[in-house]
């Protein structure tokens, strides 16, 4: 078996059809986000400004959460040294959970090393508590909940996004007697638009099914505390798992569920991704539970990330380029061609300094390929006029056109 050649098989099948992904290696510097240094391939270093990060408010940076971190990594050193379940449940642990259940209002909290694995150890353990779930989920549902699904090997449905008459005839269709999940985001960020978080709920009630949200690119930033969508609309008390990251504003890493105390008991004790696995340094949860305390009492920082946003699709429309526009903090410009998608982005970095991943297909879909920006309360005004100017120049320069119109 020539293992070599398979590998190259699969390499070429990503190069063919344009899918195969480059790292742009970059290092931020604290105290100067959104600035970083970006070193090329060939070992030269120029300053660049991040404009597709999801350290959305900076707090990657922030003087609490960096004492809070080395606090702890001073007292009590590098690793947890353990699984939860063996020796690595420490108080910064225990604390950290304790933070999550209060800012969503639920009873009990659990911590996974990431939001990924959060998502895919707790949907594919529904099923073995619930037996004969059926999973109904959006069909824009991130990777990671798709995989949790599948891991699950239980009957899913899937319904067009955001779609809810579809959802309805779905669960319309389905054995009532049937355990029903119904999972979905309250942002999806590749185009920054709302889950309809209330309807689902009442259709929830209506056919017995429970709830799960993502609320991966809401929580610190939505809500009166940050607790995401659910907060902000009064909902989080109809969700039966809420979904969260520790790793985008709130800067640091790590995944969580919130739920009552019964479902985190059954999740904490059947979910392999949870048990097998070592848990977060007490650095970071100490680093994260900073950071959900510090972003609870500070609205102003989420306001002004509103602010930057609603300038920044201001300025945009005002210059006539397509954007999606749904109210939200993300700012997707699109393009349409994968090929200019690319070279805008590398001109972008290479003629202006501005960092913005181009998103192609599969991430979209084709036809969709875009630039998705994420406007911060650390982007300076001066920021925003150099990435103005420059999309202003490359716009004209591969001759897209201006039709202002908005999704
Ligand atoms: C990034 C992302 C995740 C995964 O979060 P991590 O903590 O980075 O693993 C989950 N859901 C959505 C919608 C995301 O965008």
Redesign the pocket.
């Known amino acids: 078996m020539d293992y070599t050649a398979k590998l190259d098989t699969a390499l070429n099948r990503l190069h063919e059809e344009g899918r195969y992904r480059t790292f742009i290696d970059i290092e931020r510097r604290k105290g100067q986000f959104p600035r970083a240094v970006w070193r090329r391939p060939d070992g030269t270093e120029s300053e660049i400004t991040v404009w597709c990060g999801?350290d959305y408010l900076g707090m990657g940076q922030q003087p609490e959460v960096l004492a809070a971190m080395h606090e702890a990594l001073d007292a009590t050193g590098a690793g947890s040294g353990g699984t939860r379940n063996i020796s690595g449940t420490t108080v910064y642990h225990k604390r950290l959970e304790a933070e999550i259940a209060d800012l969503h209002g639920t009873e009990a909290a659990l911590l996974f090393t990431?939001?990924?694995?959060a998502?895919d150890a707790t949907l594919s353990t529904l099923p073995l508590l619930f037996p004969g779930l059926i999973i109904v989920s959006d069909e824009l549902n991130?990777a990671?909940?798709i995989q949790g699904i599948r891991h699950g090997n239980c009957e899913k449905r899937i319904f067009r996004h955001n779609d809810l008459d579809h959802l309805r005839e779905i669960l319309e269709g389905l054995d009532p007697a049937a355990p029903k999940v119904i999972a979905f985001?309250s942002i999806y960020?590749m185009d920054g638009d709302f889950g309809p978080i209330e309807e689902i709920c009442d259709l929830a009630d209506e056919f017995g099914a429970l709830t799960y949200i993502?609320e991966?690119?809401a929580v610190g930033m939505y809500g009166p505390r940050g607790g995401g969508v659910t907060e902000r609309d009064g909902l989080a008390h109809r969700i039966d798992i809420i979904?969260g990251?520790?790793?985008?504003a709130y800067g640091v890493?790590?995944?969580y569920i919130a739920a009552s105390a019964k479902m985190v008991d059954a999740i904490r004790s059947y979910a392999p991704g949870f048990i097998f696995t070592t848990s977060l340094p007490p650095a970071i949860a100490a680093g994260a539970a900073a950071s959900i305390s510090h972003l609870k009492n500070n609205h102003f920082l989420r306001e002004r990330h509103q602010a930057q946003a609603r300038v920044l699709k201001a300025r945009l429309k005002g210059m006539g380029l397509p954007i999606f526009d749904h109210g939200s903090h993300i700012v997707p410009v699109l393009v349409g061609d994968p090929v200019k998608c690319k070279m805008i982005s590398d001109k972008l970095l290479e003629d202006h300094g501005i960092y913005v991943q181009p998103i192609n297909f599969p991430t979209v879909p084709r036809g969709t390929e875009r630039l998705r920006f994420t406007p911060s309360p650390v982007h300076g005004p001066d920021e925003m006029d150099r990435l103005i100017r420059g999309l202003d120049d490359l716009w004209g320069q591969c001759a897209l056109s201006r039709s202002a119109q908005t999704a």
């Open positions: 999801n990431s939001a990924y694995i998502n991130h990671s909940m985001e960020s993502d991966v690119h979904n990251t520790l790793g985008k890493v790590g995944g």
